[in-house]
């Protein structure tokens, strides 16, 4: 298997644009999570799926964020609009089950500028 | 709240040291602990998972145990080589993944 796919790797864009981060878990896993990664804040959980079913977005900073999970294959992280405070680069990861061993991707940089 | 702590915050050691990284929680109510290790610029690469039933896991020239009731785990690197070089993370979970802020290791040459 590939392991987790996400693109784009890296993005840049200026304020106020939407940004769309894609992911696609590794085949046969029911579970995927999205993580961002700060200097600050270090790695934090902003949403995470269960069957393409949103389980818990308590950590999703704001309205401007927004993630779907179409279908087993498929999950985007939206943000409109972007904001300078929005860079940090963000992981996708999946798992066979929410309480299983978590795969990464390799993580997409975004910088807002 | 779930708090995850990792000591030290960064580490230097001569190549072929044995080397003890430790992990700290504050809720031993958990499913698994997870040790990753990831490389600058790079993505997270899981490394171990301890299931909560359990209290070590091995690979290779790696050895993790965990405490729960006193909520620590330990990352044991053996002969340790420059290769070994990266910022090591732990995670605890109750479904998704709450995480300590890492150890930077160098191993000199």
């Known amino acids: 298997d590939a392991g987790v796919i996400q693109s784009p790797r890296h993005e840049v864009t200026e304020m106020g644009q939407e940004v769309t981060l894609r992911c696609k878990p590794i085949s046969g896993h029911n579970s995927l999570f999205w993580y961002r990664q700060t200097m600050m804040r270090g790695l934090e959980l902003l949403i995470y799926?269960?069957?393409?079913?949103?389980?818990?977005d308590s950590g999703m900073p704001e309205d401007r964020f927004s993630a779907k999970m179409p279908n087993a294959s498929f999950s985007t992280l939206k943000i409109q609009p972007s904001e300078p405070r929005d860079s940090a680069v963000y992981f996708c990861?999946?798992?066979?089950?929410?309480?299983?061993?978590?795969?990464f991707g390799p993580g997409t940089r975004l910088t807002v500028t | 709240k779930q708090e995850v702590t990792q000591i030290p915050a960064a580490l230097s050691v001569p190549e072929g040291e044995n080397l003890v990284l430790n992990c700290s929680f504050t809720d031993s109510a958990i499913y698994n602990l997870q040790w990753f290790r990831q490389d600058p610029g790079k993505g997270l690469t899981s490394l171990l998972l301890?299931?909560?039933?359990?209290r070590e896991q091995t690979s290779g020239r790696l050895n993790a145990s965990l405490d729960k009731s006193s909520g620590r785990s330990t990352l044991y690197i053996a002969a340790s080589q420059p290769g070994d070089s990266a910022t090591y993370l732990c995670?605890?979970?109750?479904?998704?993944?709450?995480f300590g802020s890492g150890t930077r290791l160098l191993v000199r040459p």
């Open positions: 995670a605890v979970s109750r479904y998704k993944l709450i």
């Open positions: 990861a999946s798992s066979l089950q929410d309480d299983y061993e978590q795969y």
């Open positions: 799926f269960n069957n393409n079913v949103p389980i818990d």
């Open positions: 301890i299931q909560s039933s359990q």
